[in-house]
């Protein structure tokens, strides 16, 4: 019980610090000091007091589109072992929850998009249903071969699974190369978005929310940040070696993972250039060759065992 | 009791088509039409009600003369199944005409023969589903055959329309030449031509069966419009009145999942690549259709491509339930049964519906062409939130019906339970797969409703009339609420399911015990309690809202032109796939710096595979009017008819020679 509350406590303030980590990291690289760790957490309660102004073009999707994606990514983390140990809810196949709500998200988003009749909306709304589209196989490819790797039906068992010999750790590493990947194109980073640019023809998830303002804003904001403690605690539950116990040390691995996976995030988005949007989907493609590669590590296990 | 209910529904649908197109006033025949199938529906549900819930089969059988020897009526769980929701949706889809057809009927056309026809549909139904004898499901497959051509016509005075139905005609009668001569064979095995006879060849593996499976398994592949027999689809849908292709898409051709479900049944335990070219079947269906549908301009066609994806799913789940039968897994085959099943039912929910969306638009604005449609959300506030909840459940999203059937499958395929570890990881794949149709599914549904319905109107020429009537929004309702109701509470279907799986003597909770389903169902209705209170929050927040145009990133001369339009929301993913989706382009494109002429571009995404199926049937096509030119006498149709069916029933008795008794 005492974990669970942490999962939810964790929940709260952790997406806040992981985006300032982020910033904070591309801050110091460029030579500045970068704005407060919790910048994320003041933006949202000036947003939350505003109020809205919504286009004359837009209907009633255009209004709830944010929530349903801020909505959709808090239902995603509670199936997550946000710190390694039992997430806030679980069942068998709880992995197609994760990202089926994503996806709901994400469709939600798209839709506010269209609804602008602006261009740069409907581009980017594009882009995003282009790259999901090559993107969600390879989730289903890397929660598959978990499945195998592991023996397990549930996100935090297959996430938790004990390595012993050698073609596992192929398999495990493949597949955290592929998740940090989905990471990357699921949170809008660098090299597949840039989330600072100021140039319309060049976003993604920005030029989706262009039009997007006061609380709706703040709740887009809070979604993409949830999702990135989301994506960065299934990596931590990776590679934390005590995941799958509720004990104190899995907590404090497990942050100290999200840390770092933040902490890489931001490394990646000062030190590489986007590439081009033409070029994104052979970037995930690189995906696609961790996750096939992480399924036949876990067959060829299964038939050494077997 | 039970047994004369549902036979009595015979003599009450037909009479109804009868009655229904001898009336003179459109009127009349409608109500004809719709009292009796409304009563032949109640009988139909009486006298299944019991086989339903766990009763005996229903069981009668008179003798007659040859060839027919005996027709049995048996109506098991599986019949029962799809009998249940195949006629009061066929009802609705009528209820729907009444008001569809309006327009025509100003124009001076009379509906009375198509209100008999949607009568002779919902009897096919009761033919196809109870009936185990062959020459009388021969009879009932080519009733629902011709009627649906006769309806899909509708609109015969345009050539193209006629073209679609003819299309589909040749299709549905190829089908219907792979499927006699597959009952032949085993009339010729068995010397019956009742089911139950037809089990004594089946039950046994044989080169024989084998044929048979594939004669089988093509002709019920092209009925449900799998790929690549699907070429037919999209135009007849596109040519259909909307509820015609409701019906056919969501109801009429699970015959075809039907038949294959009772042929599986009768052999009783499949061989292992059965279940394999199934699953195999069912990956590249989803994969095309899906892929098709993304640069659709028609909405009808796009949904006529999703139609292929989604039999495609369903036969992800039937291939997982066949390995699971060949396995000896019983927890397999019930989860893989239980997810076609399931995604069955669901499909035939929001595919109606969508279509059923798509007639209002059609109505309302007198195109379906995405790239002239927009904004009609404000001005058909209904038909708009009907069609996004029919949209978001065609996706697969949570909380709605496509969410459930999809997590029963992916449950099957990774569940780890195949039989070796090559097996596993085909599975697995096709889970990606399965995904990866998901993931492009929700792309097209969101770009149909996004382009068409949200936004501004494209054209600004275009006049957009009136909200749908209550007779076109009823029918939508009630789909809407079965497809909210499946996700939130899938149990209401489970007693359906469960009897689906009794003629397999799989209980359903052995599947269950691969994935319960509380925790589940729980978090969704968790889920769509919080969409709800958000969906009402905004709402209220919309009311007295600051209001002004759209940020046009600086440039203040917006219009609805220099909007994102159908074809360039597909543009990337078109150009990720163009070995699939070859792009023809017409263009005219701008010269020198002060461009005098006007400029045109005009981009179209064939569907290759048709392409080269058509090319490689046009030198067929040659070959054989190169034979039948020289027999000047003969009506040519027919000879090549004859050809075709010749060549099949000849490979087909080589092959059961090959291996017969």
Redesign the interface.
Known sequence: MLFRALNVAALLLMPFVLAGIVQRVKSLWSGRKGPPVLQLAFDVRRLVQK???????????F??AP??A???AF?AA??TPLLGGAPC??????F??L???W??G??AL??A???????????G???E??F??????????V???L??LS?A?TLHEALALRLHDGPAWVGWIAVIVAWFIVLQVEAGRMPVDDPSTHL?LTMVHEAMV??HSG??LAAIQMASAVKLFVGCAVLATLINPWAGTDSWRAVAANLVGCVFAAIAIGHVEVLSARVK??AV?SYIVVALVS?VVA??A??WR??GV? | MSTTALLLSLPVLAAGAVAAAALRSNRASASVAIASQALGSALVLSGIWGVLFGGDVIEVSWVWPAPVESVVFHVDGLSAFFLIWSLPMTLLGTVYATAYLRPYYERGRHGAPHFALLNMVALSFVLIYSVQNALVFLLGWEIAAVAAWLLVIWDYRVQKIRFAGFNYLVSTHVGLFLLVAAFMLLHAHTGSMNFAGFARALARPSESRAAIFVLLGLSFALKSAFFPGHTWLPRAHAAAPAHISALMSGVIHKAGLFGFMRFVQLMGRPEEWMGWSVLGFGVVSAFFGVLYSTTQRDLKRLLGYSSTENVGIVAIGLGLGCLGLTWGTPSLAALGFTAGLLHVLNHALFKCLLFYAAGSVSQATGTVDLEKLGGLAKRMPHTAGLFLVGALASCGLPPLNGFVSEVWLYAGLLSGSGASAQSNIVLTASAAALAFSGAVGCFAMTRAFGVGFLGNTRDTTLSIGHEAPLAMLGPMWLHACGVIALGLAPGFALPLIAAGLRPFQLPLSAGLGLLPLDTFVASSRVLSVALLVAIAWSWLRGLDARRTATWGCGYGALSARIQYTASSFAEQIARIFVTFMPESRRERLPTGYLPRQSSQLATHHADAVEQRLFEGLGRGEDLVARVAGQISEQPRVAFAAALIMLVVVTAGSVFAAAGGP
């Not at chain 1, 109020?51 to 999707?61: C, F, I, L, Q």
């Not at chain 1, 809810?89 to 709880?94: L, M």
């Open positions: 109020s809205a102004v919504y286009s004359e073009t837009t209907t009633a999707v209004r709830c929530y349903v801020c909505i959709s239902a509670a199936i809810v679980s069942f068998r196949f709880d197609v929850w990202a089926y709500t996806a709901l994400r469709a798209m839709l998009a269209l609804d602008t009749g602006s261009p740069f909306a409907g581009m709304a594009a882009r249903a282009t999901s589209a090559v993107l969600e196989p390879i989730v289903f490819l929660f598959g071969a499945c195998l023996g039906h319309e262009l039009d609380v709706e949007l033409r989907p996750a399924l036949l876990a067959a299964a038939e077997g």
